[in-house]
């Protein structure tokens, strides 16, 4: 008796060659055939040639972690912000919902205002504070309204090996400079592009392609790492780790300069309080969320070597 082999599933990445995406190309392998897209191959402020990417590969999933990310210049270019973390997410969701796809959708602590004095919950009430966090709360609106299955997973302070981040920023003016100042009064918990990568593939995994699809628990989930610290708390500890494993720097570790963001004035403001609280999806999908220390040493060794 033959036995008929399972088609292969399509996943399709957008944004293959940004930090989350370029983790994605790894951590989405296993579950099937991984169509990963840069810019050139799928440029999400081009509605038309969106739509047809996806009629072309017609995915079982589409991962959209493309965006406009750029925080300050969004500020000035705000069209171009909108359509990319907007309008593209609503036509992906169109498009997923047409094929009976799911669509993973990430977005960001900007949508919050960042005055709340606990980590926020899924429901507490959105009021972005720049043209950035406006963009993806209407990404996260223009997906809710078409409704079919959908996953958005809001991070924060995210970091990769792959890309520009505030862990290579700090690693390389400790090593250029003697002193540094860094703000002490914003709060989050620094998060690996490889952890939102590695989480994304366990749901996909586990609850899309083994699960009922139809019972798949669409909706918006905070991902991020278990504990928090301060942006100064943060470079101190990149600072320390990278010393502790003979990286030779020019600044001080504990000489690192803590400062209030009024210090540092930029032309988007920045949530005060970035904490996201992930008892709804640790719950949900069944998963742990390590703390963020282990995942940064990690990248670092990563960036190291």
Same mark, same amino acid.
């Given at each position: 008796m033959q036995h008929?082999?399972?088609? =292969?599933?399509?996943?399709?990445? +957008?944004?293959?060659?940004? %930090?989350?995406?370029?983790?994605? $190309? !790894?951590?989405?392998?296993?579950?099937? /055939?991984?169509?990963?897209?840069? !810019? @050139?191959?799928?440029? #999400?402020?081009?509605?038309?040639?969106? $739509?047809?990417?996806? $009629? %072309?590969y017609r995915?079982? =999933?589409?991962?959209?972690?493309?965006?406009?990310?750029?925080?300050?210049?969004?500020?000035?270019?705000?069209?171009?912000?909108?359509?990319?973390?907007?309008?593209?997410a609503g036509v992906l969701a169109e498009?997923?919902? @047409? #094929?009976?796809? #799911?669509?993973? /959708?990430?977005?960001?602590?900007?949508?919050?205002?960042?005055?709340k004095a606990g980590a926020y919950v899924e429901t507490d009430p959105v009021n972005p504070r720049s043209v950035y966090g406006a963009s993806k709360l209407a990404g996260e609106q223009a997906i809710e309204a078409v409704g079919g299955h959908s996953l958005i997973l809001r991070t924060c302070w995210v970091a990769g090996a792959h890309g520009g981040n505030f862990t290579k920023t700090m690693l390389k003016l400790g090593r250029e400079r003697d002193s540094l !100042?860094?703000?002490?009064? %914003?709060?989050g918990a620094p998060t690996t592009a490889a952890l939102i990568a590695d989480v +994304?593939? %366990?749901?996909?995994? $586990?609850?899309?392609?083994?699960?009922?699809?139809?019972?798949?628990?669409?909706?918006?989930? /905070?991902? @991020?790492? @278990?504990?928090e610290t301060s942006w100064h708390g943060y470079a101190t500890e990149v600072l320390r780790y990278a010393a502790a494993q003979g990286i030779e720097l020019k600044v001080?570790?504990?000489?690192?300069?803590?400062?209030?963001? +009024?210090?540092?004035?930029?032309?988007?403001?920045r949530p005060a309080n970035s904490r996201l609280d992930t008892a709804k999806l640790r719950q949900a999908f069944e998963i742990h969320l390590p703390h963020w220390q282990p995942g940064i040493h990690y990248l670092l060794d990563q960036i190291f070597s």
């Open positions: 008929k082999m399972p088609t =292969v599933p399509t996943l399709l990445v +957008t944004g293959s060659n940004g %930090q989350v995406g370029f983790e994605l $190309r !790894r951590s989405l392998a296993p579950l099937g /055939h991984v169509v990963a897209l840069d !810019r @050139a191959g799928c440029d #999400l402020s081009n509605v038309e040639a969106l $739509r047809q990417v996806v $009629r %072309q995915p079982d =999933v589409i991962v959209n972690p493309a965006a406009y990310t750029a925080v300050d210049k969004a500020e000035t270019d705000a069209e171009t912000a909108f359509a990319v973390n907007g309008t593209a498009e997923a919902k @047409a #094929l009976g796809s #799911l669509l993973v /959708h990430y977005s960001t602590d900007y949508v919050f205002d960042g005055s !100042r860094v703000i002490a009064d %914003q709060f +994304t593939a %366990q749901i996909i995994g $586990r609850f899309w392609f083994a699960g009922e699809q139809s019972a798949f628990p669409s909706g918006i989930y /905070h991902l @991020a790492a @278990a504990g001080d570790p504990a000489s690192v300069e803590a400062i209030p963001a +009024t210090a540092y004035p930029l032309p988007a403001p």
